[in-house]
């Protein structure tokens, strides 16, 4: 994603117009990118992997400036900073991004531009002519997030996140679990297959952290549905744990957490429910750093889990202790250190994630497991930190692990 100085055609057609006295075609503007969504993306003459994608805003107030918050270089505040056109509402700014892919953004207000400066990420707003929302629910009272996204033309379809009305449901059965490790009782969802059965045979299982992203913004139940209806993988049980103000400790290698997944959840939802003992039927995942989680869980835990399904994983995390560099990844050193485990792997990143504290990491880790002879199925996405991609991505790790 590279901002360019070229100017969207229809930006010039506006700007010609209003240069030449209509007094409409600024309203006239406004009206199409209502109806017919933002932002504009538009083809580059001779160049079929990348499209003109312009950003619009439309400022109903007088602003000082409004900087676009992109993917890939969400730092760079001076680059990023709209053009306004001529001494009207719309403010603009135009990047080239290849075809394949899809990504979020948004837009900040009066922007400080001092990179030091956090309060801008409290007050991030999406872009109202945007169709494409995602939305994160807020928690206790809070405001829903919402937050915008595109699609490129050329982008590859979701396929397995979609629901069917001839696949046969699965069904989700909601817990408050108890833990004196935890602060209060921690909502964990179980899914059940169609046609389960306490006293057939044990199913394989998967364990997710971020349980209600997974299940409400990332369609987890809508992919477990379609894989086992088009018989990709075996009906499986699935244990979603939600995450709370306590996930940024929780989920950094975490060995309190560890024993708690371990120790006490998963023996607490065995004896309710018809999940196998082996550990070649367990799967632990997650995502960003549930990916890191599930992945150090692999390492202290092979007596339980024989498969990580890590997406995103945050592998930039160092502990206080650790002395090497910054680009380092230290888990892989942990697992560098030890005699091969019974473990599978499946890991993805997105081609627009940070290169060197995700993409570096991750293939860092992922070389180290190779070396050491593990199973690893290793994918880059066409999208980035997220949530686009990875309800998708989801059963690619599952058929790649238990398919």
């Keep these: 994603m590279e901002r360019v100085l070229s100017k969207s055609k229809i930006i010039v057609e506006l700007e010609e117009k209003i240069n030449k006295g209509n007094r409409e075609a600024l309203h006239e ?12 993306i538009e083809n580059i003459e001779g160049d079929s992997e990348n499209a003109l994608v312009t950003f619009v805003f439309k400022a109903d107030e007088e602003v000082e400036n409004i900087v676009l918050i992109p993917p890939v270089g969400m730092m760079n505040f001076l680059e990023n900073k709209m053009e306004r056109l001529l001494k009207t509402n719309l403010w603009y700014a135009s990047y080239k991004v290849k075809n394949n ?5 948004s837009f900040s207000l009066n922007d400080s531009l001092d990179a030091d400066s956090n309060e801008r990420w409290d007050k991030l707003i999406h872009d109202e002519f945007n169709k494409n929302k995602l939305v994160f629910r807020g928690q206790n009272g809070e405001k829903d997030e919402i937050v915008s996204y595109v699609v490129m033309p050329k982008a590859e379809e979701h396929f397995w996140v979609k629901e069917r009305s001839d696949t046969l449901k699965g069904r989700l059965h909601e817990y408050e679990f108890q833990s004196e490790n935890f602060k209060e009782g921690r909502r964990v969802r ?7 059965k306490k006293d057939d045979k044990p199913y394989k299982f998967l364990t997710l952290t971020d349980g209600d992203e997974y299940i409400n913004v990332l369609s987890a139940v809508q992919v477990l549905d379609n894989l086992i209806s088009d018989e990709k993988m075996p009906p499986i049980v699935v244990i979603f744990i939600d995450s709370t103000e306590t996930r940024g400790e929780e989920l950094r290698c975490n060995d309190i957490f560890g024993d708690i997944v371990v120790k006490e959840l998963i023996p607490w939802v065995r004896e309710k429910y018809n999940i196998s003992n082996k550990v070649d039927d367990a799967i632990i995942g997650g995502l960003s750093l549930g990916g890191l989680t599930a992945t150090y869980l692999g390492l202290k835990h092979s007596e339980v889990f024989g498969n990580v399904l890590s997406q995103s994983g945050s592998y930039w995390y160092k502990p206080e202790s650790y002395e090497g560099s910054d680009l380092d990844c230290w888990l892989s050193t942990e697992f560098k250190s030890v005699d091969k485990l019974p473990l599978k792997f499946y890991l993805n990143v997105g081609v627009l994630e940070h290169k060197e504290g995700m993409i570096g990491t991750n293939i860092k880790l992922k070389d180290v497991l190779v070396s050491k002879g593990y199973t690893v199925n290793f994918e880059y996405f066409n999208s980035g930190h997220d949530y686009l991609s990875w309800g998708e991505t989801l059963a690619n790790g599952l058929i790649s692990l238990i398919g």
């Design 190 to 196: 179980i899914y059940t297959p169609h046609d389960y």
């Design 29 to 40: 503007f406004w009206d199409k990118i209502k109806d017919e969504g933002a932002p504009i």
């Design 101 to 105: 892919q899809r990504f979020r953004y």
